[in-house]
């Protein structure tokens, strides 16, 4: 039977969660880092642990059929491969920074400067858009120390927390683009694989649906529903049951976990009682 071939992180900050996301949508996998490819026991896949780095190759080659990956290195190394699916953990951007003693004021400040960076193609593209001419030092990490060190003026690197450029006395001053772990597909991947792939595609998004909402459960006075409905959406509207005190009923809802206690202030204020909340495992809609 035809498996596909899926490519992740062989370990660094994008294994555990992908691992985990395969591991949500039922698949179990027989093992670990210590091996390159591993298969499910109950899905027709095959795990590849790879370097991110090296996985747009592999991909534009056919080697592996899919891949979970961060997009800013598809930005940089595969602008010709496809994203199915964004998958919501790894949130990062990718951003120039200057030490804080630089007077910034504009991109036109970086003219004939020397910038380190592991990304060469998306500074080059940046800097080609805005007509900036600048030496770029290609490094493959603590790319932050460079200007401490007196390697460069300014870096393009991964910003997250902000927290190592803070401990590197650098500022943040352009944002070059947002980024998330994504699957991306090969361009080469068979027929029956782009099956298979539809069928994980369509499990990842239950579950992460699922990871962006919450289940509510409430009680109130029937004379205060039409209020409480308008606080909450629900898939299609909520379920209303009658409780066996007269006069009373139970709600069912989904809300979206980023507007969670905004909500549940609101319901209060609106008279519900007994507020239940709970985590969604998938979300098939
Ligand atoms: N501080 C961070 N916060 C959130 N996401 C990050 C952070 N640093 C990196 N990432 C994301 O995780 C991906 C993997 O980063 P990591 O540092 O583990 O690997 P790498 O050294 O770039 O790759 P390789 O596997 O080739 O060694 C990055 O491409 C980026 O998408
Ligand atoms: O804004 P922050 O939250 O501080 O995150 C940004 C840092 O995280 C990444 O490095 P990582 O820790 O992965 O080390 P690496 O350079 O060895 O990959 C990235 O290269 C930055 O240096
Ligand atoms: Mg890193």
């Not at 927390?161 to 650098?170: A, D, H, Q, R």
């Not at 499990?203 to 992460?208: A, I, K, N, T």
């Not at 409480?228 to 979206?256: D, F, Q, R, Y």
Request: with cysteine; charged share 25%; hydrophobic share 40%.
């Amino acid at each position: 039977m035809s498996k596909l071939k899926i490519a992740v992180q062989k370990s660094g900050r994008l294994h555990d969660d992908s691992m985990k996301l395969l591991k949500d949508v039922g698949i179990s996998i027989d093992n670990g880092r210590g091996q390159l490819k591993a298969s499910a026991k109950n899905f027709p896949i095959e795990v590849f642990y790879l370097r991110n780095g090296d996985i747009p190759q592999y991909l534009r080659d056919g080697v592996v059929d899919a891949a979970i990956i961060g997009e800013n290195v598809l930005i940089e190394k595969g602008n010709d491969i496809s994203i199915a699916e964004k998958l919501g953990f790894s949130s990062c951007k990718v951003s120039i920074a200057v030490p804080k003693s630089t007077k910034y004021k504009s991109i036109q400040d970086l003219q004939g400067k020397r910038i380190a960076t592991s990304y060469p193609n998306t500074v080059n593209r940046f800097l080609d858009e805005n007509k900036i001419d600048a030496n770029l030092h290609i490094i493959n990490g603590s790319v932050e120390i460079a200007p401490n060190i007196g390697l460069a003026d300014a870096i393009v690197d991964i910003v997250s927390s902000g927290s190592t450029l803070f401990k590197n006395n650098l500022k943040e001053v352009e944002v070059l683009l947002h980024s998330e772990a994504v699957l991306a597909v090969s361009p080469l991947i068979f027929p029956k694989n782009q099956i298979i792939l539809s069928k994980l595609k369509f499990r990842f998004q239950s579950v992460l649906k699922g990871r962006q909402s919450k289940y509510v459960l409430l009680n109130a006075p029937n004379d205060r529903i039409p209020d409480i409905i308008k606080v909450l959406p629900g898939m299609k509207s909520p379920t209303i049951l009658p409780l066996a005190e007269e006069g009373w009923s139970s709600l069912h809802s989904v809300i979206n976990k980023n507007d969670f206690w905004e909500i549940i202030d609101e319901l209060k204020l609106q008279g519900a009682q007994g507020i239940l909340v709970g985590p969604i495992e998938n979300m098939v809609i």
